[in-house]
């Protein structure tokens, strides 16, 4: 028999303080010793002014990111619940700090106090996040477990450190003779920053407020589109992903193998016009008006710039949604991938905004090769 389930409680853990705009290059290096000559153009498109980077002003990488997951858990927790009383640990990321053990396991290995359970792994990029807590959803509405927790995390301003770029960038000096290529280059690595947020989910409300899980639901477009951003691969002339494990050492330096990359001509092709088919597809399946029946719209957006194409491309799709009712935080966060929405929302939940019988929608894109989720909540 289906249960109903419940977030009950939420927390999050951004590492050290703020890092301004102006103080990007001094936390990240300069490429070739030189400032970006392209990452004005980048940060004035996706209008964040602030973030937080593991690395700290020394340079040094104060939390692996499962301590950063592990940090956000273990603020949840309290008299009324404990660790130990934990049946279920998901986690996310597209960043872990090993290809193996999984980064759920290593998470739970830092979590003192918390007995033997039930781990999962989600692997993928922003949406491994929403895969953990729809997964999570899953086992507690399906009675396979009495709670759960789901989060995600990211640490990724190690993967944008000057010195990755070096070597390519000393190979192909034409580069800054050609800002398109810069951009490419660079694209991602003023928009990234690291921090976790997880939810506590049970089958009864319980506290001030409660989040009900209405539904849960995600799509690939992978049968239709190539990988638009990757890591650990290349892309040959047909858009096809040519992994390292097929590659010589010296190619994995030269062409920045393990940066994160993304086709930035196919994000801006297809990210907004999948988004809204998904959006729309789900809304006409539950019978839902995100004019008429939700109060709160929380996006992921990577940026800025997509935040007012994604309201066009909605509208011109048929779903009106007005801007009264969205909700973002990544001007004062950052882009934490993963980990984005569950910071959103944990904001909004601590925020005493949130009136019973208030609908949430959650909209999760990922641009790894186009998957998206889309989650419906009732305050409790």
Not at 65 to 90: G, H, R, V, Y
Not at 244 to 253: F, G, I, R, V
Not at 330 to 353: P, R, T, W
Request: glycine residues 6%.
């Amino acid at each position: 028999m289906e249960k109903n389930v419940f977030i009950t409680q939420m927390a999050k853990f951004l590492p050290n303080k703020p890092v301004s705009n102006e103080q990007m290059e001094n936390r990240l290096g300069c490429i070739g010793e030189k400032a970006s000559r392209v990452k004005s153009i980048i940060l004035r498109q996706n209008k964040i002014k602030e973030r937080y980077y593991s690395i700290d002003e020394e340079g040094k990488i104060k939390y692996s990111n499962a301590e950063l997951m592990s940090n956000a858990i273990k603020q949840m927790f309290s008299n009324e619940i404990s660790l130990k009383d934990i049946e279920l640990l998901t986690c996310g990321t597209s960043s872990p700090d090993q290809i193996m053990p999984s980064h759920t396991a290593m998470v739970h290995g830092l979590l003192e106090g918390a007995g033997p359970m039930q781990i999962m792994s989600p692997a993928g990029v922003c949406c491994s996040g929403a895969h953990a807590l729809q997964y999570g959803y899953l086992s507690v509405a399906s009675g396979n477990t009495k709670n759960a927790i789901c989060g995600a995390s990211e640490l990724l301003s190690p993967l944008m450190l000057a010195k990755n770029f070096e070597y390519e960038y000393s190979e192909l000096q034409q580069i800054y003779a050609n800002p398109l290529i810069a951009f490419e280059k660079e694209f991602l690595r003023w928009m990234l920053s690291d921090g976790a947020g997880c939810a506590l989910l049970s089958t009864a409300p319980c506290g001030k407020i409660s989040l009900k899980i209405e539904w849960i639901e995600s799509i690939s477009f992978a049968n239709e589109l190539e990988a638009c951003m990757y890591q650990g691969a290349e892309k040959d002339q047909n858009g096809n992903l040519i992994s390292w494990k097929m590659m010589s050492e010296q190619d994995w330096l030269t062409k920045s193998i393990f940066t994160i990359k993304q086709d930035v001509r196919l994000l801006g092709q297809y990210v907004i016009k999948k988004s809204a088919e998904h959006i729309k597809n789900s809304c006409e399946k539950h019978q839902l008006s995100l004019e008429q029946d939700i109060n709160y719209f929380l996006p992921h957006i990577s940026s800025m710039y997509f935040y007012e194409l994604l309201m066009k491309g909605m509208e011109e799709a048929g779903v009106k949604c007005p801007g009264d009712k969205w909700f973002t935080n990544l001007s004062y966060v950052g882009n934490i991938g993963a980990a984005s929405i569950y910071i959103m929302l944990e904001e909004l939940f601590h925020s005493d905004k949130l009136k019973t019988g208030e609908k949430i929608f959650l909209f999760i894109p990922e641009s790894g090769r186009f998957s998206y989720t889309t989650a419906l909540l009732t305050v409790i």
